[in-house]
């Protein structure tokens, strides 16, 4: 069955950088899209940020934009998400997901466990 384990949380000062990772089995990674999602205390779960299956395409949440990167690595069958100048407002939960089907189509279907992401002032 698919798997997603996130990795990478932590605590850590506004204005610094996280990596969070992704190892996903079960699947044939090269072939999904990927995303990461994330969910503040209080609030509903909201997307962060995607690519392609191949890497070529990717999307970003307006409130990440130009500070998050996503990137993925086939041969490793994980998906990063770099997060750099993190403000308070970025704590949450993080979670990795992926579509019930290969390709770029359909709804996200499957999620990770999560990793908690907390940015202090």
């Known amino acids: 069955q698919v798997q997603l384990v996130e990795s990478g949380g932590g605590l850590v000062q506004a204005g610094g950088s996280l990596r969070l990772s992704c190892a996903a089995s079960g699947l044939t990674f090269s072939s999904y899209d990927m995303g990461w999602f994330r969910q503040a205390p209080r609030k509903e779960r909201e997307f962060a940020a995607s690519?392609?299956?191949?890497?070529?395409?990717?999307y970003y949440a307006d409130s990440v934009k130009g500070r998050f990167t996503i990137s993925r690595d086939n041969a490793k069958n994980t998906v990063y998400l770099q997060m750099n100048s993190l403000k308070p407002e970025d704590t949450a939960v993080y979670y990795c997901?992926?579509?019930?089907?290969?390709?770029?189509?359909?709804?996200?279907?499957?999620w990770g466990q999560g990793t908690q992401v907390t940015v202090s002032s």
């Open positions: 997901a992926t579509k019930r089907s290969a390709g770029s189509g359909g709804s996200y279907y499957y």
């Open positions: 690519i392609s299956w191949s890497g070529g395409r990717t």
